[in-house]
């Protein structure tokens, strides 16, 4: 019988103020190193006990070395102590000489946090294809000055950034009789984003204590319905992974996937990836909405999910979104071409609260209504099949004239 155990009235609440140095035991910082002109570059998170670690990757087969050298480290122990990451230079195809500088990199963090080499989990994001300016990485990090006390999440946060227009973090707490209960999460993310991990890093800290393969299957599990349900622009990056920390500075008894709390920490760490997820797709680059594409009614899951997935992703959707089209015919071809078999006679589409679509046929609706509609911030498009129970919801942004614009000239 566990001590704490949790009533089922028990929900996680939204820290306002709260970030990833929130749990207890966690520290957070950022710097400017110069491999940016000016921006902060170098971010790190440190915990005071060695965390259990899990982590999901970008299924690109250009995977860049620091996620090797970060799977190798997790894959050590199943714990970390340390993580330090830089932007502004990705260290992807960069060959031997790139992950002798991800190895290098590793050791500097480790040896200035007085940890071993297999503690430190190494992250870069930025340009392909240059290598890591290490005199800077390594000054950066010798000069760090409070690495076990410093908690200033914010830095973090815009130090992990590249194209990003502003910081991305959310933060739940879960009160009991005896004991607090914290996850948070950073990330990043703006352009070259498509599901299956996209140009995107996402940071969870917890203060529970949970075992190693319990937070791995929930992390795989939430992924799938988050951060694999979101698209910009149909590009997945070399560099991407989530990765979670759980030192257990909570003091509640380690927690497996037969206990009844993993239904309440899969819970709250689906709210974290969630809210992260979608802060990331409503900053794809020069995106002025976000669109949440919701499909019901599908056979299976898997259905559902491509369905979503491939209407969020059409560049004919996000454009007539971005111009504030209801051009219901270019929604309906996507779920026509998704590869998914429907019946075409039984689908209904919604723009928002305006029936547009019905038995796969239109219906008369007002344009006006629909354009002012399109004119939010928040764009929901509803498809049903009515062909089965199983849903999935996908999160994209429209397609302006900034995005070409901003990745036209991302190298200059």
Known sequence: ????????????????????????????????????????DLGWIYSQVPATA?????????????????????????????????????NSCTGKEGLQKAYKMREVFAEKACLNENDVAVI??????????????????KSISALVNGYDA???????????????????????ESKVYTIAGAAKGSGM????????????????????????????????????????DGD?????????????????????????????????????CQSLSQQIARDGEGATKLIEVQVNGAVTAHDAQVIAKTIVG????????????P????????????????????????IGPILIVEDGMPVTFCEEEAKSYLKNEKIDIVVDLLSGSEHATAWGCDLSYDYVRINASYRT
Request: hydrophobic share 40%; proline share 3%; aromatic share 6%.
């Open 314 to 325: 059409s560049s004919l959707v996000k454009t007539a979104v971005f111009g504030q089209d």
């Open 124 to 141: 870069s994001t930025g340009v392909i294809g240059e290598q890591l300016p290490m005199n800077k990485i390594v000054t950066g990090v």
């Open 154 to 176: 914010p830095s973090f946060e815009e130090a992990i950034l590249t194209t990003d227009t502003f910081t991305k973090h959310i933060c739940l707490q879960l009160e009991t």
């Open 236 to 272: 997945t990056s070399t560099n991407d992974m989530v990765l979670v920390l759980a030192n257990g500075m909570a003091g509640n008894e380690k927690w497996t996937q037969d206990d009844e709390e993993y239904a309440l920490f899969k819970e709250g760490l689906q709210i974290v």
């Open 327 to 350: 051009n219901w015919g270019r929604i309906v071809s996507a779920v026509g071409y998704s590869g998914i078999t429907i019946d075409t006679e039984k689908i209904k589409v919604m």
């Open 54 to 90: 899990a982590a999901v990757y970008t299924t690109n087969q250009f995977q860049a070395p620091p996620l090797k050298v970060s799977q190798e480290s997790i894959n050590t122990n199943g714990t970390l102590q340390g993580v330090i990451v830089n932007s502004g230079n990705a």
């Open 1 to 40: 019988m566990k001590v704490d155990v949790l009533a089922k009235k028990e929900k996680w609440i939204t820290v306002e103020q709260g970030n990833i140095c929130t749990p207890n035991g966690f520290s957070a910082g950022g710097l400017h190193c110069g491999i940016k002109r000016k921006r902060k």
């Open 193 to 232: 984003v498509h599901p299956n991990m996209a140009t995107m890093l996402g940071f969870v800290t917890t203060d529970i204590n949970i075992e190693h393969e319990a937070l791995q299957q929930a992390l795989r599990e939430v992924t799938a319905e988050t951060f694999n349900m979101i698209t910009v």
